[in-house]
């Protein structure tokens, strides 16, 4: 994925950072057992941000939660 240096401004990044560091905190805050490692974790969901910022998105919830889709665990059976 491929970013032009100023595609995004200031306050772009700082919203991004915000829902990076919210979705971070959530994932921290429950018991997970992901099959992956913290890196790649982090990755995964830096990655989802920028994905959604690129397609417009700049509300911080919301881009925490499409963050998140897909890492949350699985309920128990």
């Given at each position: 994925?491929?970013?032009p240096e100023?595609?995004?401004?200031?306050?772009?990044v700082?919203?991004?950072?915000?829902?990076?560091?919210q979705?971070?905190?959530?994932l921290?805050?429950?018991?997970?057992?992901?099959p992956?490692?913290a890196?790649?974790v982090?990755?995964?969901?830096a990655l989802?941000?920028?994905e959604?910022?690129?397609?417009?998105?700049?509300?911080?919830?919301?881009?925490?939660?499409?963050?998140?889709?897909?890492?949350?665990?699985?309920?128990a059976?």
């Amino acid at each position: 994925m491929d970013f032009p240096e100023d595609a995004y401004g200031p306050e772009a990044v700082a919203v991004m950072g915000r829902a990076f560091e919210q979705a971070w905190q959530e994932l921290n805050a429950i018991t997970m057992d992901l099959p992956y490692s913290a890196h790649v974790v982090r990755r995964r969901i830096a990655l989802r941000i920028l994905e959604a910022a690129q397609d417009g998105e700049r509300d911080p919830q919301r881009l925490k939660e499409l963050a998140l889709r897909g890492l949350e665990p699985s309920p128990a059976d």
